[in-house]
């Protein structure tokens, strides 16, 4: 049996609303995604040529599942044996259940922490192009900060377990990522489970400013930048959505190799941003 899984690439994330109606007109109109569809109390949006990068689900606001892709159903069986010999509580997905996600086959484990995260096999992309409700400039789906009660524990678990590695820390926080890209999956310390985060790339700094004066004018309350990450040098404007989401723009990520030694970086302002910005993100705060 491999030693871990191997995981080829971020997909969705699947977040609950007490006001569904609300949580997709914010998405669209001030986020700029778009509608896919909308299926048994469930609404798909996107922001590229994947089939859907979020879901919202008439349920719980705490209820958030992270979406990840394998390339086979052989890779599936390995992660559910590596998954169940490491205690972690692991479910197969019924067949409606994987229509639901759009794919072909998933399992469902939960992380030590209490995040709920999906194994998908052959997730469906989409036939025809991305067409933004707005043109907030956005490129990809690119990754998801996740809530950790216990970053070390937890850093070891992705790492040990995946083929995740840390390619910067801030303090205890690490930013990981199984591809070229510097972090896929950053992993935040507060006391409770859940998405902590979601990062959308867009083309240029243009497009952040752009967007930085669009949400003002519209009171969207911005919760940090703009700014600069010295961990990824990319440009950066974090904003709330609903139910008290914290959603990204980016622009200028730097791709990393087998070279690059991951750094560590105080937990404090400057080594979120190397403009100055503030965050008002309390798990960007050391208070």
């Known amino acids: 049996m491999k030693e871990k899984i191997e995981i080829v690439g971020i997909r969705y994330c699947r977040l609950g609303t007490a006001d569904l109606d609300g949580a997709v007109d914010f998405a669209k109109t001030m986020i700029g995604l778009e509608e ?3 299926e048994n109390g469930a609404v798909y949006l996107r922001g590229d040529h994947r089939d859907h990068n979020l879901v919202y689900f008439e ?7 992270l979406g990840f892709e394998v390339e086979t159903f052989e890779e599936l069986d390995t992660a559910e044996q590596i998954l169940s010999g490491a205690g972690c509580e692991v479910r197969r997905g019924t067949d409606e259940e994987a229509a639901a996600r759009r794919c072909m086959g998933f399992l469902n484990f939960t992380d030590p922490t209490g995040n709920s995260i999906d194994l998908t096999v052959r997730p469906f992309h989409s036939g025809r192009r991305y067409f933004p409700s707005r043109d907030a400039g956005i490129t990809e789906f ?23 590695r840390a390619n910067d820390r801030i303090g205890a926080a690490a930013l990981m990522s199984f591809d070229e890209v510097h972090h896929r999956l950053a992993l935040f310390p507060t006391d409770h489970a859940g998405i902590q985060h979601i990062n959308f790339q867009v083309e240029a700094i243009d497009d952040i400013m ?3 004066y669009f949400l003002t ?20 404007l974090y904003y709330e959505g609903p139910d008290g989401m914290t959603y990204e723009y980016s622009s200028g990520v730097r791709n990393v190799d087998e070279n690059w030694r991951p750094r560590q970086l105080p937990f404090k302002d ?11 993100i309390p798990e960007f705060s050391d208070d």
């Not at 349920?59 to 599942?65: E, L, R």
């Not at 979120?272 to 008002?280: A, D, E, I, L, T």
């Open 59 to 65: 349920g719980d606001p705490n209820d958030h599942t």
């Open 217 to 236: 004018e519209r009171q969207v309350q911005i919760r940090f930048g703009p700014g600069r990450h010295p961990t990824s040098g990319a440009m950066f």
């Open 36 to 38: 896919v569809a909308r």
């Open 270 to 280: 400057e080594s979120f941003c190397m403009w100055g910005s503030r965050p008002n």
């Open 142 to 164: 690119s990754h998801v900060g996740l809530k950790t009660s216990d970053p070390e524990r937890d850093e070891k678990f992705w790492s040990g377990h995946f083929n995740i």
């Open 210 to 212: 752009r967007s930085y």
